[in-house]
């Protein structure tokens, strides 16, 4: 059966960041380098996720949510580019499984669903980035992602430990 994943409209954002909070906390008590350190509450993911509301709402920012039977089970994001320069391309961030989640196949089902939204909204191009070695980078490269770059220590681990990132992007279909 494939996992039902739910675009969160503005309300149904805010009535998620609760749960969007638990699997930020839970991918940043695992070790995932999605731009937060050690020690991070529930409460500051939710803080976070809050901050992000108004690019929800203006349409800036799509979130995406997949549920399991415990809960919120991971989330994608699509960032659509803003500038008129630029309005081919989108930016996939902040997909995160939590970890007792994972290895259903969640991740790529999301990073599809990412995919799809944001060749309807026009975009031809899709970037993003990923600690180089992780298993997100797996991902992307199976998903017929191509990497364009590796830049020595981009930004530090959850404890603090500077890592390399590599940058990627896929074209597609308009």
């Not at 350190?37 to 979130?63: C, I, M, N, Q, T």
């Not at 989108?90 to 196949?105: F, I, P, Q």
Request: hydrophobic share 45%; proline share 7%; aromatic share 8%.
């Amino acid at each position: 059966m494939s996992p039902v994943i739910t675009r969160l409209t503005p309300q149904l954002y805010s009535e998620h960041v609760p749960a969007l909070a638990e699997v930020l906390a839970d991918v940043v008590a695992h070790g995932a380098s999605v731009g937060f350190r050690k020690p991070f509450a529930a409460a500051e993911a939710a803080a976070w996720w809050r901050s992000r509301e108004p690019a929800v709402r203006a349409g800036d920012l799509h979130v995406w949510a997949v549920h399991g039977p415990a809960g919120l089970a991971g989330t994608v994001s699509l960032v659509l580019e803003p500038k008129a320069n630029g309005r081919h391309r989108a930016e996939v961030v902040k997909l995160m499984v939590h970890s007792r989640d994972r290895g259903r196949g969640l991740g790529r089902a999301l990073l599809d669903t990412a995919e799809r939204a944001a060749a309807a909204a026009g975009a031809t191009l899709l970037l993003l980035d990923t600690v180089t070695g992780s298993p997100a980078e797996r991902l992307y490269e199976t998903a017929g992602w191509t990497r364009f770059g590796i830049v020595p220590g981009y930004a530090t681990d959850p404890d603090g430990t500077l890592e390399p990132c590599s940058f990627f992007y896929k074209r597609l279909e308009p």
